[in-house]
């Protein structure tokens, strides 16, 4: 399908998922950092592993039309916060590539299913994570 025409090589994937600072929630109000990251006991991850990731991305993530007239390729960096529930909030693009794909980016972002949560001294914790999407038209 034309607009799913998007390449993901699974290694730079792999590569780009990395885990940011890793917090604990304390109170509505309160969140304290853990430092350094190694310290967790359980990183968080998303159902089924980052094959299934790879796979969710693939399926759902569609190249924007201004994107691909303009034959715009690149990666999108994009934070986010995997909750001590596995829920997703607070993403926000690190580095965009404009046209549509940043936006395409927090959408398919938004609508992930729940991850397994981070856990430090068997506890969930939320914890941040960055990962890069590539935008890549096929000849």
Avoid: H
């Amino acid at each position: 399908m034309e607009t799913r025409s998007i390449a993901f090589s699974l290694i730079a994937l792999f590569l780009c998922l990395s885990i940011g600072n890793v917090l604990r929630s304390q109170s509505a109000d309160e969140i304290e950092a853990y430092q350094p990251v190694s310290e967790l006991d359980e990183l968080p991850t998303f159902p089924g592993g980052l094959e299934e990731m790879s796979n969710y991305l693939i399926e759902n993530l569609n190249y924007p039309v201004a994107a691909r007239e303009n034959a715009i390729e690149g990666e999108v960096r994009v934070e986010f916060v995997v909750g001590p529930q596995g829920d997703i909030v607070e993403p926000i693009i690190l580095e965009g590539l404009g046209y549509g794909c940043d936006e395409e980016v927090l959408r398919i972002i938004n609508d992930m299913p729940r991850w397994t949560a981070g856990a430090k001294d068997y506890r969930k914790v939320a914890t941040k994570m960055v990962v890069s999407i590539s935008f890549q038209l096929t000849i």
